[in-house]
């Protein structure tokens, strides 16, 4: 079982940015391969990938936030971060932290609002 704590989310202007942060317990971490995903709360949004980082240090990103948004891991620290720059209106939602190993695991979500 792995178990995952965000943090960082708020409420930001646009064109402003938020680091956010997820801790997992276990000491497998390194295997981990370790996400973000986002679900804003408009009915029919469905939940999607913002970034991914393998155990091995790759990433990718959805198209609508590459250039803007650096997902990156500390094995030292068990923890997981997502920087987010230059931050839209569209960006608002809830915030997961996800971890695959063997099974999907899921934090519980942490808010970013981005408004004037």
């Known amino acids: 079982q792995v178990q995952l704590v965000e943090s960082g989310g708020g409420l930001v202007q646009p064109g402003g940015s938020l680091r956010l942060s997820c801790a997992a317990s276990?000491?497998?971490?390194?295997?981990?391969?370790m996400g973000w995903y986002r679900q804003a709360q408009t009915p029919g949004k469905q939940r999607e990938l913002v970034a991914r980082i393998t155990s091995d240090g790759t990433t990718n990103y959805a198209d609508s936030v590459k250039g803007r948004f650096t997902i990156s891991r500390d094995n030292a620290k068990n923890t997981v971060y997502l920087q987010m720059n230059s931050l839209q209106p569209e960006d608002t939602a809830i915030y997961y932290c996800n971890a695959a190993y063997g099974s999907n695991y899921w934090g519980q979500g942490t808010q970013v609002t981005v408004s004037s």
């Open positions: 276990g000491s497998a971490f390194r295997f981990y391969f």
